[in-house]
Every structure is written in structure tokens, then in C-alpha cells.
RNA sequence: CGGGGUGUAGCUCAGUCUGGUUAGAGUGCUGCGUUUGGGACGCAGAAGUCGCCGGUUCGAAUCCGGCCACCCCGACCA
């Protein structure tokens, strides 16, 4: 196909808004590929869709390549269905009201719809079965942010597995994180899968596909490759502290006004990694101790998992009556309160706080001194050693593209979607569902191919396979130029706008298309084009009557 | 929801503190001419309810009050 710049809908932008962070934000509002309705609202234009759609075909191939059926479920949805399994209640879902006050909501993702649906499947001859659509989601997001990455409506593929039972679940949930990463790897997308939080969605295990770029998650590789895990549920191996001498109990010394890691390291001359640190919680009601080391970081999200409920941090009433001293001075030692301590912490003597204010306590070992559960509860950090390898352990920004569950009967218990097993006994579908944000994996691809002057898009997903610029009074040759690679099979943006040969070219860097060809003066000369390639920048004379497909 | 910031031409911004001709610049846009292989130049021109509502004042982009939108950090979250 021909496409004439002329006459297509792309205002391309010299400066990117002022509003813009992200890279590809920047560069996807500049190229004309997506212009911001309201905070976390976009529109496609024509070029951004040409690409969203790219994206959308890679994955409907590699679905169907595993058996899935492409369906299409609707965005408006009854709240009942929502009420049933007990998400109605989620903040992030959008809810309305029809003229008669019916509830309904614009629902995240479509487990509610498709197990309405899956409640059809009445014997086990007729699983296992896939199924997935792309349709519009909508999520009431509290902080839109950075382009496409985090925003209130978005396409996703989602797909749905049911299975007699956990094999066939496994099985299901394979299968499928073969197909992201065949779809990611022809999106040429740099992607590690990890093992995540389920959150909201609930169910046994998820895996996170992360693509290193301006993100909101964390993901944290091993420098050897043989690791990669989300910040939130990595393991890493801290340092090993420098501890002083042993003592046979512990000993207790003033500590006047000290109240921080740093200070009490200092006034005691001890390796902060050999100090204690102190975070007091409520949890359901009652105090529990969360202990540290010293020079870590109390990760919130494991917190909660050692907790198995959320919690708070305490207030400095809470932690006077419970500990009978000041928020610096409070340690595990001789307290009534539940303890859960970081695996750091098992082995080695460290300083606590004393629980009696202005005083802490050398030598201080767990299991001797106090009694605590062990979980692993500190932030990962950069420079900590690799769990499987001993390697140095990296931390990156990365986007979410992907996301997949094992729900098990999450959602077909709350809905009766029961199936006849061979045995004859009535079971619940075992179910999976698999999520992937095709706006995001275009973010994403922008995120990681780009250099100063704009995209390099991968030949999979570029818009156009080539971009020719057709220099003044070279219109005819170029239409020649434009046919032959047309009749070769290439997608083919004509670039005959009235402009300066050097905005052409800045808008062709910008636009990022794998190919450039020029036809421009010198090919009345000797009758041949220039060939760009917009990855490595080199160039080539080609005579026109040697054209083929440039893809 | 808490903290911070910004709303003036399509885009990027000055002007607001210290109220006072007809509200400005760059870029983009239109026309004419010269140019034409990396965002050219000249001339002429179009384009703004100064986010909205109210108040103070002889007079408000500017001061005061309220509201709205958008951005950033945090909380939350895929």
C-alpha cells in the first residue's frame, strides 16, 4: 500500500508538551501517534493505531497458535456480577447507573463476564477451552501518569483457561507464558517474567512479564541473567556486617537522644549492618514488632504477606504503652508483642533499642535474647548479592505488560460454574486468566528503541515498513519508486508534503520507520535512491530498477 | 486522599510580585516572492471568553474568595 503524507492526518510536533516525562511520551505525543482527551484518556491517531494494531495482530497470532478463540465480551456490565464475587467493592472500578437506577459497572478485566459464560460448560469432554478477546477496559485509576504506561481506559487482551483441574491448569497457564514470550520477542521488547503479587485479582500464582523502562514497577535482575524477580517479592543476599566482639549477654548503654540508625552506629562505633532497626505496626487491632537491620528498609508489600492481613505503623502512644519508651529506643528484647524478624537478623549479634528511652542494647542475639518469626520483610537493594548465583543484583524501572493468573475456583465458586467429571461428581472449573496491554508493549517498545532525534521502530511493529521522501520536482520518479516497493509488498509512507528537505527528514527520524529511501536530485543524475536504515544510521545508492521489498 | 506546581495564540513560554494605552515573543498557520539533500529568508496577514464563577476597584491577565482542569511527589495500584 501508498500512503501520501499530504494527505494523511499527522500533525507532528516540533516540542514535546510540557507535561511530558517519559520518553515515549514524549516522543509517541510528538510523532503524532497519540494526542491526551483528559488525565489518563487517549486517543490514537491514525499512525499510533497502525502500530496498536500491529501489536494486536502479533498477539491474536500467537493466541490462536495455542488454541485460544478469539470472542468479544461487552464493556458495560451488570453489577451483579461484580457483587457476586466481591469486587464490587474495589475502589479502582468504574460504576454507573442506568435511567432506572440499575447498577452497572465498565469493568478491569473480564473474569465476572466469562465465567457467566463458562457456566455453559456442562461436561468435561468439553474442556479444557481458551478463550480471549481484546475490549476496552476501564479502571479508576487515583493517579493517571506518564502517557500510555498508567491510564483510566485501555485495550487489553484478555484470555481465559478452564480446566477439570490443576494439571490441566498448569498446563493452560504454560501454555500461555510460551505465547507472551514468543509475543514479546517479535516485538523485539526485552521482557523478564516474574513472579508477582496477584493483588486485586486474587487466586494461587501470577507471573509479571516486565519490560525494563520508565515504569512503575521495580525489577531486580542478577548481572550473571540467572535471576529476575519484581522489587516486591525479590529475595536478595545483603552484605554481611562487620560485627564486634561477641558478648555472653546482652549490655546495656546510654544512648542520650540518639534516635537514628545512622547516630547510633556512630556514638557506638558498630557497622550500622550490625544494628537493629525497630518498625512498630497494628495490625488487626494489635502492636507487632517489625525488625530490620539497621542499614534496611522495611518492605511494605512483604509485610503484609508475613502479616497475611495490612496494618499501619504504630503511633508514639501505641508504641509508648507498648514498649514503655520513645520510638528511637524501643528493640525485641523482653516485650509482650509479637515479633517478626528479617532472615538477616537470624544469625549475629546486633544493637537494639532497649525499650527504656535514651538506651540501647549491645549484642543482642535472636532465639537467645528474644523469640521472633522469621520472614523475609527487608527491601531488596541495589549491590545485594544474587539468591541463586552470588552475582550483584541490579534494580531497574520497568512497565508491566503482561500479567498472568492461576485463579483456581476464585471466580467459578461465587458464580456455580461447575462442570460433570469423568467420575460423575459435579466440580468447579479450574480457571486461569492472562492479561496483556498492547498501548503499554507499544510504550514499552518506544521506551527501549529510541535515540535522541525519535523512534526506531521494529520492523514488526512499525506503522509503515518504509518512509519516502520525495525531494521538489522529483514527484513522477518517486511515484515510480513508490510502485515498485508497493508491488513488492511494502507499506509505503510517501512523504510529498510541501516542505524543506531538512523538516522531511527530522519528521522521518522522529516518525522512526525502519527504512528510509530518498529520492531527491541525484537520482535524475543516475537514476538511483538512498537507502537509510533508521536502527544503524548507514546508507546506500540502489539503482531503482534493482528495488525490491525493503522490509 | 495528603503535599507541591501550573493554567495567557495550535505548541513552547514572557507579562501577574508593584492593577492603568490596542495583551506580547518564538515556533506553527495563511498569502505572495526568493529559496530547496538535515527544521531557509523577505513582505503581508489570520489567530487569545488571559481556565471558570463571583468580589474589590473609576479600571483586573494582574488583588481577594470559591470552583474546575492538568502535571509532579506520596498513599494506592496492573
Avoid at 516540533?14 to 516522543?27: G, N
Avoid at 479502582?92 to 447507573?97: A, D
Avoid at 483456581?408 to 479450574?430: C, Q, S
Amino acid at each position: 500500500m501508498i500512503r501520501r503524507a499530504s494527505q494523511l492526518f499527522l500533525p507532528t510536533l516540533r516540542e514535546a508538551p510540557a507535561d511530558a516525562e517519559a520518553i515515549s511520551h514524549k516522543l509517541l505525543v510528538r510523532g503524532a501517534f497519540i494526542r491526551q482527551v483528559s488525565a489518563g484518556v487517549w486517543t490514537f491517531l491514525p499512525l499510533g493505531w497502525r502500530v496498536h494494531e500491529k501489536v494486536v495482530q502479533i498477539i491474536r497470532e500467537e493466541m490462536d497458535a495455542i488454541g485460544a478463540q478469539e470472542m468479544l465480551m461487552p464493556v458495560l456490565t451488570p453489577a451483579e456480577l461484580w457483587r457476586a464475587t466481591g469486587r464490587y467493592e474495589i475502589p479502582e472500578v468504574f460504576k454507573l447507573r442506568d435511567r432506572n437506577e440499575r447498577e452497572f459497572v465498565l469493568p478491569m478485566t473480564h473474569e465476572e463476564t466469562i465465567t457467566f459464560h463458562a457456566r455453559e460448560i456442562q461436561s468435561y469432554r468439553d474442556l479444557p477451552q481458551m478463550l480471549y478477546h481484546f475490549q476496552t477496559k476501564e479502571r479508576d485509576e487515583p493517579r493517571p501518569r506518564a502517557g500510555l504506561i498508567r491510564v483510566r481506559e485501555f485495550i487489553m487482551k484478555d484470555s481465559y483457561s478452564y480446566d477439570r483441574d490443576e494439571e490441566g491448569l498448569d498446563r493452560s497457564f504454560q501454555l500461555h507464558k510460551g505465547a507472551y514470550d514468543r509475543i514479546f520477542e517479535r516485538c523485539e521488547l526485552e521482557v523478564y517474567a516474574v513472579q508477582a503479587e496477584s493483588g486485586m485479582m486474587g487466586g494461587s500464582a501470577s507471573m509479571d512479564f516486565l519490560a525494563p523502562g520508565d515504569g512503575s514497577n521495580t525489577l531486580v535482575t542478577c548481572e550473571r541473567g540467572d535471576y529476575a524477580a519484581d522489587l516486591e517479592v525479590a529475595r536478595g543476599i545483603p552484605r554481611v556486617p562487620e560485627f564486634p566482639a561477641s558478648l555472653d549477654a546482652p549490655e546495656e548503654v546510654a544512648t542520650p537522644g540518639v534516635a537514628t540508625i545512622e547516630a547510633v552506629a556512630e556514638l557506638l562505633d558498630v557497622d550500622d549492618a550490625a544494628t537493629s532497626k525497630a518498625m512498630p505496626v497494628v495490625a488487626d487491632g494489635r502492636v507487632v514488632l517489625g525488625l530490620v537491620r539497621g542499614d534496611d528498609r522495611l518492605d511494605e508489600v512483604k509485610m503484609v504477606e508475613a502479616l497475611g492481613e495490612a496494618f499501619r505503623p504504630a503511633t508514639e502512644d501505641e508504641i509508648r504503652e507498648a514498649f514503655g519508651a520513645d520510638p528511637g529506643s524501643i528493640g525485641p528484647v523482653g516485650v509482650a508483642v509479637e515479633v517478626v524478624a528479617d532472615e538477616a537478623l537470624r544469625e549475629g549479634q546486633f544493637v537494639a533499642g532497649a525499650n527504656k528511652s535514651g538506651h540501647h542494647l549491645r549484642g543482642v542475639q535472636a532465639g537467645r535474647d528474644f523469640e521472633a518469626r522469621f520472614a523475609n520483610i527487608r527491601e531488596v537493594r541495589e549491590g545485594d548479592t544474587c539468591p541463586n548465583c552470588g552475582g550483584k543484583l541490579r534494580l531497574q524501572a520497568a512497565i508491566e505488560v503482561g500479567h498472568i493468573f492461576k485463579l483456581e475456583t476464585r471466580y467459578t465458586k461465587p458464580l456455580g460454574a461447575t462442570f460433570l467429571d469423568e467420575d460423575g461428581k459435579e466440580k468447579l472449573l479450574v480457571m486461569g486468566s492472562y492479561g496483556i496491554g498492547p498501548a503499554r508493549t507499544m510504550a514499552a517498545i518506544v521506551e527501549q528503541h529510541h535515540d535522541e532525534d525519535g523512534i526506531r521502530w521494529p520492523r514488526s511493529v512499525a506503522p509503515y515498513d518504509v518512509h519516502l521522501v520525495v525531494l521538489p520536482g522529483l514527484e513522477e520518479r518517486a511515484d515510480e519508486v513508490a510502485a515498485k516497493l508497493d508491488d513488492a509488498g511494502d507499506a509505503v509512507l510517501l512523504d510529498d508534503r510541501d516542505q524543506r528537505a531538512g523538516e522531511k527528514f527530522a519528521d522521518a527520524d522522529l516518525i522512526g520507520l525502519p527504512v528510509r529511501v530518498t529520492v531527491g536530485k541525484k537520482t535524475l543524475e543516475d537514476g538511483a535512491v538512498d537507502i537509510r536504515a533508521r536502527e544503524t544510521g548507514t546508507e546506500e545508492r540502489v539503482a531503482i530498477e534493482d528495488l525490491g521489498s525493503l522490509r
